[in-house]
């Protein structure tokens, strides 16, 4: 199957400040999720992004399929930001592989 | 009520036990699935169900029985489990003519004994 790699895997940041997140894949995917999980377990629905760019007020994505990575880009960071930030891919098992995650600490 | 839904929030449970987590969608969508999130390890598919119909078994132990009646409900039997086995439990909702995307429950928080 694929590989989902996500960087960095941990992240503190001053509240205000701005960031970035990378995931590669190893193959194509289909489609692709960035999700936040919150400290109680749910996984929110951020971006349903194959590919192109899209925007949600402070949060913006951008998949690049063709080179098989994709950005979460956050800005203005809020204390409650903070938590832990998945993307996945869809492959032809019809699922989701998910990748390590990168765990985000805003300080106020 | 609206989205996934999954039953109970928490369960601890003994290894002789036999119990069952439940995972209802209102979504109207035609895929669901079961992925289990153990501490320290990426979320990893368990089972997926298409239309009612098991479509993928990730080499899941069979102490984790699916049951899946229709599209907009699906069960984790779970019996003899290890304590090992503890973890968040996680259903998924997906697919439609026009999109992918997946939508998660809650989750059920087990813990075995």
């Known amino acids: 199957g694929i590989q989902v790699e996500q960087s960095p895997p941990d992240l503190i940041l001053q509240e205000g400040a701005n960031s970035t997140l990378r995931c590669n894949f190893s193959?194509?995917?289909?489609?692709l999720q960035w999700f936040h999980q919150n400290p109680w377990g749910q996984l929110i629905n951020l971006f349903y992004?194959?590919?192109g760019t899209k925007q949600n007020g402070r949060l913006s994505a951008t998949t690049v399929a063709t080179e098989r990575y994709s950005l979460l880009y956050i800005s203005s960071s809020q204390t409650t930001d903070s938590g832990v930030y998945f993307c996945?891919?869809?492959?032809?098992?019809?699922?989701?592989?998910f990748g390590s995650g990168t765990r985000l600490q805003v300080q106020p | 009520e609206t989205g996934v839904t999954q039953t109970p929030r928490h369960l601890v449970m003994g290894m002789t036990n036999k119990k069952s987590l439940k995972c209802e969608q209102h979504?109207?969508?035609?895929?669901m699935y079961w992925y289990k999130q153990s501490a320290k390890k990426p979320l990893e598919l368990m089972f997926v169900?298409?239309?009612?119909?098991?479509?993928e078994n990730n080499s899941v132990p069979s102490r984790f029985s699916p049951e899946c009646p229709n599209s907009s409900h699906l069960f984790l039997h779970l019996h003899t489990l290890q304590p090992e086995d503890s973890a968040l439990y996680l259903c998924?909702?997906?697919?439609?003519?026009?999109?992918?995307?997946?939508?998660f429950g809650p989750g059920t928080r087990l813990t075995v004994t």
């Open positions: 193959d194509s995917v289909n489609n």
């Open positions: 979504l109207g969508h035609n895929a």
């Open positions: 998924a909702s997906g697919g439609t003519s026009r999109s992918y995307e997946q939508y």
């Open positions: 996945a891919g869809f492959t032809g098992r019809r699922a989701l592989t």
């Open positions: 992004i194959p590919s």
């Open positions: 169900y298409n239309f009612k119909e098991q479509t």
